[in-house]
T-cell receptor
Framework: AQKITQTQPGMFVQEKEAVTLDCTYD???????LFWYKQPSSGEMIFLIY??????QNATEGRYSLNFQKARKSANLVISASQLGDSAMYFC??????????????FGQGTTLQVKP | DAGVTQSPTHLIKTRGQQVTLRCSPK?????VSWYQQALGQGPQFIFQ???????QRGNFPDRFSGHQFPNYSSELNVNALLLGDSALYLC??????????FGPGTRLLVL
């Protein structure tokens, strides 16, 4: 069965420093997609970055980059130059596999990030 | 370009009642998915609608049902509400690409 594991319930980072949020995944499907979302206290799930299993290069979007290590089944999110507004819950997610599951996202438990001034 | 919108933002119901939540997808998106997020947990997939039909379903009872309209907007209906149905309900839309874009959610409290 597919599974996403986020082992860091909470993280602290100093403003302007970089931080890495861990994510490991489990799937037997050779084709899959990995996502990171940010959820502020307001509740809206904000899309940050996407990595396809066949993408040759690690995905980047502004201050966000995804450290994709396929052999280790890890997809860690790196946030550079942290800002106070980055304080939120962060979720790693994977697209479901198989003809009956490709529409769903499977989420991890999330990591709460707090940026200190 | 309007994003995904949901209504209402908050809702309080009592056990046994029925509730309807609404979602309008992002412009150009034709696929809508619904998720339930309990406090402190990641979202759980309820079902997905495309071309006005339920295409995929997660592990939720038949009390959870939905509908998609010709303009791609969608409703989530929950019958015979239980205390455990209290959660944030998120709607997400998708177009041609892989990414699902979420709305602000509806917070449902069942008393």
């Amino acid at each position: 069965a597919q599974k996403i594991t986020q082992t860091q319930p909470g993280m602290f980072v100093q403003e302007k420093e970089a931080v890495t949020l861990d994510c490991t995944y489990d799937t037997s499907d050779p084709s899959y997609g990995l996502f990171w979302y940010k959820q502020p206290s307001s509740g809206e799930m904000i899309f940050l970055i996407y990595q396809g299993s066949y993408d040759q290069q690690n995905a980047t979007e502004g201050r966000y980059s995804l450290n994709f290590q396929k052999a280790r089944k890890s997809a860690n999110l790196v946030i550079s130059a942290s800002q106070l507004g980055d304080s939120a819950m962060y979720f790693c997610a994977m697209r479901g596999s198989g003809s009956s599951n490709t529409g769903k996202l499977i989420f991890g438990q999330g990591t709460t990030l707090q940026v200190k001034p | 370009d309007a994003g995904v919108t949901q209504s209402p933002t908050h809702l309080i119901k009592t056990r046994g009642q029925q509730v309807t939540l609404r979602c309008s997808p992002k412009s150009g998106h034709d696929t809508v998915s619904w998720y339930q997020q309990a406090l402190g947990q990641g979202p759980q997939f309820i079902f997905q609608y495309y071309e006005e039909e339920e295409r995929q379903r997660g592990n939720f009872p038949d009390r959870f049902s939905g509908h998609q309209f010709p303009n791609y907007s969608s409703e989530l209906n929950v019958n015979a509400l239980l205390l455990g149905d209290s959660a944030l309900y998120l709607c997400a839309s998708r177009g041609w690409g892989e990414t699902q874009y979420f709305g602000p959610g509806t917070r449902l409290l069942v008393l």
